[in-house]
């Protein structure tokens, strides 16, 4: 199943077994599958029309935010550092008929799901005021600048969007309300500061939870 150039993935159902679902919104599920053998988160997103742009020309359509942030990971080789999941390619459209009882919630969409097809950590949890180090946040800044380096914004900055994996690296998630750029100007380049603020500032918090030894998600940040 060798993605085409456009990243796109040619599959028939049956090289896909769907394992578990891990979690659940309104826009996408993401699910643990099997494709072709091998294990990959699989983010499959609602489609009821396309929402388009906002009026000061953000992208409103979750799918198409985190593939045009994907494309450009795997180009700039952030998915290659690993400070987020490797893109394995996405799947243009699934037919949810096929996938008897796990995609019911998707049948009565208007269109059929598109899905972003991702590196697999089976021993992820996201980060919290418990399970934080000094060492792993310093790995979450720099994974927020490698992005920025990739020309985008990930606007859902969140503790619970950085996953600590096998206890020893955090790994950036979730592009869907991300803006990618074609190139940074004074404007973006604020942003990405203003961005990595943000990381900084919910570390502290997290690092003072910590000291007070309250258990996860007592605080929102
Ligand atoms: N690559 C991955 N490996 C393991 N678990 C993942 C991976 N990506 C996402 N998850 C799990 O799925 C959850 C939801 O993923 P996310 O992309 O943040 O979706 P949402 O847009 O619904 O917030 C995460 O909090 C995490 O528990
Ligand atoms: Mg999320």
């Known amino acids: 199943m060798a993605p085409q150039g456009d990243c796109s993935l040619e599959l028939d159902p049956r090289d896909i077994v769907i394992q578990r679902e891990i979690s659940r919104s309104e826009a996408s599920t993401v699910f643990e599958v099997r494709i072709c ?54 799947i243009d459209r699934l037919d949810p008929a096929d996938f008897n009882p796990q995609l019911n919630h998707f049948r009565k969409d208007r269109f059929l799901p598109r899905a972003i097809i991702l590196e697999y950590f089976p021993v992820a949890e996201k980060l919290n005021c418990v399970n934080y180090s000094d060492d792993l946040f310093r790995y979450a800044v720099k994974g927020i600048s490698k992005i920025h380096g990739a020309l ?70």
């Open 152 to 221: 985008i914004h990930h606007h859902d900055i969140y503790p619970k969007n950085i996953l600590v994996v096998s206890g020893s690296r955090t790994v950036w998630i979730d592009f869907d309300v991300a803006m990618t750029f074609t190139d940074l100007g004074v404007r973006e380049k604020a942003y990405c500061e203003y961005e990595v603020e943000l990381v900084k500032s919910f570390g502290k918090l997290l690092k003072n939870d910590q000291l007070q030894g309250l258990p996860p998600n007592t605080s929102y940040y």
């Open 37 to 90: 053998g091998k294990t990959r988160v699989m983010k499959l997103f609602h489609d009821n029309g396309d929402p388009g742009y906002s009026r000061r020309g953000r992208d409103l359509n979750r799918f198409r935010c985190e593939l045009n942030a994907y494309h450009n990971l795997l180009k700039f080789g952030v998915c290659d550092s690993g400070f987020v999941p490797f893109f394995h390619g996405f």
